[in-house]
Nanobody, 120 residues
């Protein structure tokens, strides 16, 4: 059984930083691409960024480029989303996802999400 469990969300002021973690069980993380998505109230879920099995390959949405960084620790089966200089528009539930294909990314499994709230 595959499980993705996010943690690290919270309520912060604009300009602050948070680091989200996603622990994967039931799969060996090194074989998969991982992604982060978010969903704000009343909006559709949107892509934030992704990382391939080779951690040198990453891609980010324009809205977070230069502020967010995805990394992975394969021995710990954990993926991270470092979020710096947070803005109120970053407020959302953040989800991690697992995919077998980095270039044609399609989510095979989702986490349950963690809430991030940024106040001005």
């Amino acid at each position: 059984q595959v499980q993705l469990v996010e943690s690290g969300g919270g309520s912060v002021q604009a300009g602050a930083s948070l680091r989200l973690s996603c622990v994967v069980s039931g799969r060996t993380l090194s074989s998969y691409a991982m992604g982060w998505f978010r969903q704000a109230p009343g909006k559709e879920r949107e892509f934030v960024g992704k990382i391939s099995w080779d951690p040198r390959n990453t891609e980010y949405a324009d809205s977070v480029k230069g502020r967010f960084t995805i990394s992975r620790d394969n021995p710990k089966n954990t993926v991270y989303l470092q979020m710096n200089n947070l803005k109120p528009e970053d407020t959302a539930v953040y989800y991690c996802s697992l995919s077998r294909n980095y270039y044609r990314y399609e989510t095979d499994y989702w986490g349950q999400g963690t809430q991030v709230t940024v106040s001005s």
